[in-house]
């Protein structure tokens, strides 16, 4: 069984920042690409940041050169640090790792339970 709990969430002023954690544990073998996700009230859930394995990152155009994505492959840990927040960044984010597992031998996708982040104006 694998876990992926997020951390860092909460109320911050439009022009702050956030820095979210997101751990994987369990039994597994490898954790391939991880990422993050948001859902705004009424929206559809939409990728923010991934970053594979070997550090390649893909940001939405919406949070280039506000907010990035690193991880620590040790620690099973991927963070997002976010700058010069603004109102509509307010979501749920949702942490996400593709994970081969001890039972499944491709790599299935995990999702966290969310943090919500709120910006205010």
């Known amino acids: 069984q694998v876990q992926l709990v997020e951390s860092g969430g909460g109320l911050v002023q439009a022009g702050g920042s956030l820095r979210l954690s997101c751990t994987a544990s369990?039994?597994?073998?490898?954790?391939?690409?991880m990422g993050w996700y948001r859902q705004a009230p009424g929206k559809q859930r939409e990728l923010v940041s991934t970053?594979?394995?070997?550090?390649?990152?893909n940001n939405a155009d919406s949070v280039k050169g506000r907010f990035t994505i690193s991880r620590d492959n040790a620690k099973n840990t991927v963070y997002l640090q976010m700058n010069s927040l603004k109102p509509e960044d307010t979501a749920v984010y949702y942490c996400s790792a593709a994970v081969q597992t001890v039972t499944t031998p491709i790599y299935m996708n995990y999702w966290g339970k969310g943090t919500l982040v709120t910006v205010s104006s």
């Open positions: 970053i594979t394995s070997s550090g390649s990152t």
């Open positions: 369990g039994t597994f073998f490898s954790i391939n690409a």
